[in-house]
């Protein structure tokens, strides 16, 4: 389940509240920094022929940064709600900083990792740690991709498959509903966009040809970096 205070734990790691006035908490002149459409690590057909440009540039600049603005907005109006002692609306804009800043999470996640086809990077011997825990865990990794791919096409409606790290250095797919995150103690080693705007402009509902050719443009290399808990991005 994804509560708010989880919510706002993960943002605390990019862009923290700040509610000081000199050394006392002053939830009156709370303040939020605000939060950036991050860049992305590669230009917008860098993904082609297996994510069009066209749909980078509208998931990127136009669906994220909704979500990026709407998140910043509603912080704002929480913020005064908290200082006004308005419940009713610290309650209402709990739900909306939660879809939102869940969706800015992992939008931020699955720029990194995905990279261009060919590259260094999508190759599979660039993660030879993480490898041999999906081949211990799934016989090959060619099975985890059948596994995994098929938690994808499962999704009904919108949401996410990813590929978690638990507590106990274990590897589990997990799916997450509409823009909830990971939370809790699981780190997210790669996740997959299951929301229409990702794929349709291109695929239209053939989501299965979506989901086949993802797998080469999949930032094996982050992953690893993930797993192996050495990347900023696994306690973001």
């Known amino acids: 389940m994804v509560s708010f205070d989880n919510i706002l734990k993960?943002?605390?790691?990019?862009?923290?509240?700040?509610?000081?006035?000199?050394e006392e908490f002053n939830v009156t002149k709370m303040a939020v920094q605000e939060?950036?459409?991050?860049?992305?690590?590669?230009a917008y057909n860098a993904l082609e022929p297996h994510i069009a440009a066209?749909?980078?540039?509208?998931?990127?600049?136009?669906?994220?940064q909704a979500y990026v603005t709407n998140l910043n907005n509603a912080l704002k109006l929480h913020v005064a709600a908290v200082a006004a002692g308005d419940i009713a609306s610290q309650i209402e804009m709990q739900q909306v900083i939660k879809f939102n800043g869940g969706g800015h999470i992992n939008h931020s996640l699955f720029w990194k990792n995905l990279a261009p086809a060919e590259s260094e990077e999508t190759k599979p011997e660039s993660a030879k740690e993480l490898v041999a825990a999906v081949e211990q865990?799934?016989?090959s990794l060619d099975n985890f991709k059948k596994v995994f791919s098929a938690t994808l096409l499962g999704i009904q409606g919108s949401g996410w498959g990813w590929l978690v790290k638990d507590s106990g250095n274990g590897l589990r797919i997990v799916t997450t509903k509409d823009q909830d995150p990971v939370v809790g103690r699981d780190v997210p080693v790669f996740g997959v966009d299951m929301w229409e705007h990702a794929y349709y402009l291109q695929y239209l509902n053939g989501k299965a040809a979506y989901v086949e050719n993802i797998w080469?443009?999949?930032?094996?290399?982050?992953?690893?970096?993930?797993?192996?808990?050495t990347s900023e991005a696994a306690t973001l």
């Open 35 to 42: 939060y950036t459409l991050p860049a992305l690590p590669y």
């Open 216 to 229: 080469n443009v999949i930032n094996w290399k982050t992953a690893e970096e993930r797993f192996l808990g």
């Open 54 to 64: 066209q749909i980078m540039e509208l998931h990127h600049s136009k669906h994220h």
């Open 137 to 139: 865990m799934w016989d």
């Open 10 to 22: 993960y943002l605390a790691v990019q862009a923290p509240l700040r509610a000081f006035s000199g």
